[in-house]
């Protein structure tokens, strides 16, 4: 019954990695440990994966 969570970005499973659920726009995605960085400071990266998200403001320069 349980669908095997996957990374969006590099699609490695749960199995492989800590993954984390997160919503977005309403739906809901999995990322793993290693790409919350990318989601943090490089959203705009994830344009493919995530429709409609945000670049993200770059604080420190
Ligand atoms: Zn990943």
Do not use: R, W
Request: aromatic content about 4%; charged content about 25%.
């Amino acid at each position: 019954m349980s669908k095997i969570t996957k990374c969006i970005v590099c699609h490695k499973t749960e199995n492989e990695v800590p993954i984390i659920n997160f919503k977005f726009k309403g739906k809901k995605y999995t990322i793993c440990s290693q790409h919350i960085p990318v989601l943090i400071h490089k959203a705009q990266d994830l344009d493919s994966v995530l429709p409609g998200i945000q670049p993200t403001e770059d604080e420190n320069q």
